[in-house]
């Protein structure tokens, strides 16, 4: 064999040449390569295993790489086995294929970009949602990729729509133009164009809509107020860091309230060429009232520019704010006379100048509601028949709401009756016939029982997938050093001291800094994921997602997925696992301030609650029944 395949190393040049084929490079080298292969490896050549082999190198190469290797490897077969090249061997024809070779150059070297980032197959899946991209831009008249725009991106997406495959091409679509932007080929807003399918949705409907005519002569009264898009973009950003850095907003909320609206106008802004003024931003937003989305998407918007108008003015989205709160829709509001209804809206007016936040404004109208409600059947007329008994009547009637709910819900209704008063409504501030505050309600605490903790021990030791590796070390640090869901997603390789076994973090509830111990055994669990189940990329995290793209887990989901997982869906919170840990710190005799301190808290009388969880000690404070009187007698 091994002389038959040097006389057809010699004869294929020959046959290449008889058969009008070009002496490609790309073919003598793949076919080395196999051939070298074998021999390193001591194998016989066979048609199948020269494809199997190709196979296995598959990922390494370029798409036009590969179906050159492959073509060679079947033309090799036939001057081994006939002599002579005796069919034209041309690979399926994908979108790939169809692509100019500008095309194919482009999207070989973006592969070869993302191989050095992520998994041979995500790359190659990736790659081929990029090619059928290029061949859309193709049929557009776009030859090269510094033609592609916003509109083409969003009316490529808009085809895409119908399909199941959207989410996954707008993923792949968001990686190819920021690299793209990344080499300064396009613009920098293309690759938000591609956030999310409604970003891409939304710049469809805005350029279908909207009269750049209209927006340029509103720009001609407002020439101190004008920001180029480019500006527009990066005092947003500067807004976005200040929610979440100095104003501690979570990134999840200042996303979906605020950068999704801030990127939709700017990518529009880039993309006709048009700067931003507090009345374009108005035009835009009065444009996307038709644009269709989710519940409460529309008011969002509105209140987010509103929000950047404040925040372009004075530096703080909360200085002298004067943005209107947006009120949902209120059936017992339409239940009230018009005399009633004036006053509660009068009331919440004072609320909204007061700075409150839009929930609390909320909870005293709908507080100040009910009061009027209870009022109005009770056949009251106008404030001034308001007596102190209705008053005390309503307390009673409201008392079948909770107790911790009630002091909030009442506390609003005490403000509505200092204000009727203060407004003149009525003669007397009964605001104190109603309770200062009610007895909060106590509930006993849950814990995890120890069999089950022995079964969430048992998964962790017997983990081997990346996923339960991943919830190995979750589950452990929930377990045994009694972190929060919220710290533990958020936790990065920079608060792991390593040399002391420590961990470093400032709480994300609290944002109290705590630094814990790490045993042996959660640093194993720690360490053993991250050398043999997290993926390998770039990204401070310790803990990511396991699906493509790679990055930083979104959310607590994945903790109570795994406690899901280890006691087989008998328990989903996994804020038992706190609990169960301060629970069995006090039951090994660990003082309040070890366990105030363990669990990050300000004061022990969270220590408190954990108490009744410790049924051995309590067992001690009882009395013997010896020592118990029995009477029949009655006091009188």
């Not at 076994?501 to 814990?516: A, D, E, G």
């Amino acid at each position: 064999m091994e002389t038959e395949i040097a006389d057809a190393l010699k004869k294929i040049r020959v046959c290449w040449q008889n058969n009008g084929l070009s002496i490609n490079p790309g073919k003598t080298a793949a076919i080395n390569a196999m051939v070298r292969f074998l021999d390193e490896n001591h194998l016989v050549y066979s048609h199948e295993r020269a494809l199997e082999w190709l196979e296995t190198s598959k990922y390494r190469l370029p798409n036009r790489e590969y179906y050159t290797a492959r073509r060679a490897l079947y033309e090799f077969n036939d001057v081994i086995t006939t002599g002579s090249i005796s069919g034209n061997y041309i690979y399926e024809l994908t979108p790939y294929d169809s692509l100019p070779e500008s095309w194919q150059k482009c999207i070989d070297a973006y592969q070869q970009a993302r191989l050095a980032v992520s998994t041979p197959s995500c790359a190659s899946h990736q790659t081929k949602q990029i090619a059928n991209f290029a061949v859309f831009l193709e049929s557009s008249g776009i030859h090269d990729e510094r033609g592609i725009t916003g509109k083409l991106v969003s009316e490529y997406l808009g085809q895409e729509r119908a399909s199941n495959g959207m989410y996954s091409g707008i993923v792949a679509m968001r990686f190819f133009l920021q690299y793209l932007s990344d080499a300064n080929i396009i613009p920098s807003h293309l690759p938000l164009a591609a956030t999310s399918p409604v970003q891409a949705s939304g710049l469809r409907y805005a350029l279908a809509n909207v009269d750049v005519c209209e927006m340029e002569g509103l720009l001609q009264g407002e020439p101190q107020e004008q920001l180029s898009p480019v500006e527009y973009w990066e005092k947003s950003l500067k807004m976005i860091n200040n929610l979440t850095g100095k104003l501690k907003h979570s990134e999840k909320n200042v996303r979906d309230a605020y950068t999704v609206h801030l990127q939709m106008l700017y990518v529009l802004l880039a993309e006709l060429k048009v700067d931003y003024s507090p009345s374009v931003s108005a035009y835009w937003v009065n444009l996307m009232d038709g644009f269709p989305s989710f519940k409460g998407f529309s008011e969002a918007r509105k209140h987010c520019m509103d929000a950047f108008a404040v925040y372009c003015k004075h530096g703080n989205v909360f200085q002298a704010r004067k943005i209107p709160h947006i009120y949902k829709p209120d059936v017992k509001m339409a239940k009230l006379s018009d005399w009633s209804r004036k006053i509660v809206l009068e009331y919440s007016a004072e609320d909204v100048k007061d700075n409150l936040s839009q929930s609390t404004v909320e909870t005293h109208r709908s507080g100040a509601v009910s009061l009027m409600l209870f009022m109005e059947q009770n056949g009251l007329g106008s404030p001034d028949m308001i007596t102190p008994t209705l008053v005390k009547e309503y307390n009673n009637a409201a008392a079948a709401m909770s107790c911790n709910g009630k002091n909030s819900y009442l506390y609003g209704v005490k403000g509505f009756l200092r204000f009727m008063f203060s407004s003149g409504y009525t003669n007397k501030d009964l605001s104190r016939c109603m309770p200062s505050h009610n007895a909060a309600s106590r509930r006993i605490v849950e814990i995890l029982p120890v069999s089950y903790v022995d079964m969430i021990e048992q998964y962790c030791e017997n983990a081997q997938t990346p996923m339960e590796l991943r919830d190995a070390a979750i589950l452990s640090l929930a377990l045994y050093m009694g972190l929060r869901g919220i710290d533990i997603i958020n936790l990065k390789y920079s608060d792991i001291d390593w040399k002391n076994m420590t961990i470093s973090i400032s709480q994300q509830k609290t944002y109290r800094p705590v630094v814990l111990p790490i045993s042996l055994l959660i640093g194993n669990r720690i360490r053993n994921y991250i050398l043999h189940g997290r993926p390998k990329i770039p990204n401070g995290y310790v803990f990511l997602s396991h699906t493509s793209p790679f990055s930083n887990a979104g959310g607590t989901h994945i903790c109570a997925d795994a406690l899901k997982r280890a006691t087989e869906y008998k328990y989903g919170s996994f804020h038992i696992l706190r609990r169960t840990f301060a629970s069995r710190l006090l039951a090994t005799g660990s003082d309040t301030s070890t366990i105030k301190d363990s669990l990050g808290h300000s004061d022990y009388s969270s220590v408190d609650r954990y108490l009744s969880t410790d049924q051995a000690n309590e067992r001690l404070c009882c009395l013997p029944i010896e020592r118990t009187v029995m009477s029949n007698e009655t006091s009188t």
